[in-house]
T-cell receptor
């Protein structure tokens, strides 16, 4: 049981490049989330999904896109990378998304945009 | 709107001494509160949560947290600190609208001095 996995661990992009951050979970969780963590700040929600085929915006969605074709996978797409997207990105999942449900996090992807 | 505040960026404590990491919250309904720990270059690990019931919540690695409704606080505690407890600690509150995501504090860096 690997939990939540993310690839790559590190990436450097040039301004205007695109990339996809991969996230997968093997816990059969319905809810999945993407957060970003900026230095000295807490995590902020980018996008979330309540199940396959259903996604919605979080607090800071601009510059990102997501898809959820399967229960297991929830990739995050950056179309035109900007320096403001330099951050650490965390994927998380939870079983049902109810108020008491615990979110489990992946190890993160550290992205630098130059 | 839900939010949490961690008033201390840094907490230093001697090994063997009790430790407290502070968190206060603001919610419009019942609070659902969480503590996570982040070790260097790692993802967030769940420590404990308060949903309802006993105000003293016990979690992983010997940590516990005390929920205080009148003071709107949820402080993390441990009776005897270990050097290996040195890490970044995040308090979070559950969003009780559609996303059910977590709103995080800015984090408190705990250093346990040998």
């Amino acid at each position: 049981n690997a939990g939540v996995t993310q690839t790559p661990k590190f990436r450097i992009l040039k301004i205007g490049q695109s990339m996809t951050l991969q996230c997968a979970q093997d816990m059969n969780h319905n809810y999945m989330y993407w957060y970003r963590q900026d230095p000295g700040m807490g995590l902020k929600l980018i996008y979330y999904s309540v199940g396959a085929g259903i996604t919605d915006k979080g607090e800071v969605p601009n510059g990102y896109n997501v898809s959820r074709s399967t229960t297991e996978d929830f990739p995050l797409r950056l179309e035109l990378a900007a320096p403001s997207q330099t951050s650490v990105y965390f994927c998380a999942s939870s079983l049902e998304g109810t108020s008491g449900d615990t979110q489990y996090f992946g190890p993160g992807t550290r992205l630098t945009v130059l | 709107a839900q939010s949490v505040a961690q008033p201390e960026d840094q907490v230093n404590v001697a090994e063997g001494n009790p430790l407290t990491v502070k968190c206060t919250y603001s919610v419009s309904g019942n609070p659902y509160l969480f503590w996570y720990v982040q070790y260097p270059n790692r993802g967030l690990q769940f420590l404990l949560k308060y949903i309802t019931g006993d105000n003293l919540v016990k979690g992983s690695y010997g940590f516990e947290a005390e929920f205080n409704k009148s003071q709107t606080s949820f402080h993390l505690k441990k009776p005897s600190a270990l050097v290996s407890d040195s890490a970044l600690y995040f308090c979070a509150v559950r969003d009780q609208t559609g996303a059910n995501n977590l709103f995080f504090g800015t984090g408190t860096r705990l250093t346990v001095i040998p």
